[in-house]
């Protein structure tokens, strides 16, 4: 158990419908990371929060975005959903980033959406 | 273009048996390089973070090394347990941009 929870565990929703992941990172971990993980993709970086403030953007889509409240909780909000937006989305955390320096990140055990 | 290729794709040994996965990475600035575990369906667990000043890591039965001059790391497992069935992936970490990129795996079976 990395300590980080993701809620919930499965989704199941309709093409063009809007959903809401919900990411706790471990206790004292100011760094929350998204990413999805496709089958034929692999992970996929798509944003970071570091103490509530987007530090940086991988390849995430304009129709998603995402936010790290101040009790450092972060959820991913996902809208007008597609087919191909099916996939597996993990949240990870780490105390800090950047810098050069090697943060160890913890990932949560994922959030497997299905778009139908 | 930052990218991570990974070799084999997918390998099969044979329980009590050593293994080495490939990683070629292009990533620029580069900061450090990972080797993650993920067992299907569950969130990938860190093995080994290397900078680009060190060239092995342990980590139990697993070492990494890391060359920076050629861009190459390996991830050697020794003595391989049917629990060590997993992807491995190796990710290259552009440092301050925060952002890590990933490898798509090597799916490694152990069989009894």
């Known amino acids: 158990d990395s300590g980080v929870t993701q809620t919930p565990k499965h989704l199941i929703t309709a093409t063009g419908q809007r959903v809401t992941l919900r990411c706790s990172p471990r206790?004292?971990?100011?760094?929350v990371y998204w990413y999805q993980q496709s089958l034929d993709q692999g992970l996929q970086f798509l944003i970071q929060?570091?103490?509530?403030?987007?530090?940086a953007k991988g390849n995430i889509l304009e129709r998603f975005s995402a936010q790290q409240f101040p009790d450092l909780h972060s959820e991913l909000n996902l809208s007008s959903l597609e087919l191909g937006d099916s996939a597996l989305y993990f949240c990870?955390?780490?105390?800090?980033f950047g810098g050069g320096a090697p943060w160890t990140q913890y990932f949560g055990p994922g959030t497997r959406l299905l778009v139908l | 273009k930052n990218q991570v290729e990974q070799s084999p794709q997918s390998l099969i040994i044979l329980e009590g048996k050593n293994c080495t996965l490939q990683?070629?990475?292009?990533?620029?600035?580069?900061?450090?390089l990972r080797w993650y575990k993920q067992d299907t369906g569950r969130g990938p667990v860190s093995l080994t973070i290397m900078t680009f000043s060190e060239n092995t890591k342990s980590n139990g039965r697993y070492t990494a090394t890391l060359d920076a001059d050629t861009k190459q790391s390996s991830l050697h497992i020794t003595a391989s347990q049917l629990s060590d069935s997993a992807s491995y992936i190796c990710?290259?970490?552009?440092?301050?941009?925060?952002?890590?990129?990933f490898g798509k795996g090597t799916k490694l079976s152990v069989k009894p």
């Open positions: 990870a955390s780490s105390v800090g």
């Open positions: 929060y570091y103490n509530g403030e987007e530090r």
């Open positions: 990710v290259g970490d552009g440092g301050s941009q925060g952002n890590l990129i």
């Open positions: 206790s004292g971990d100011l760094s």
């Open positions: 990683c070629n990475y292009t990533v620029s600035p580069f900061s450090n």
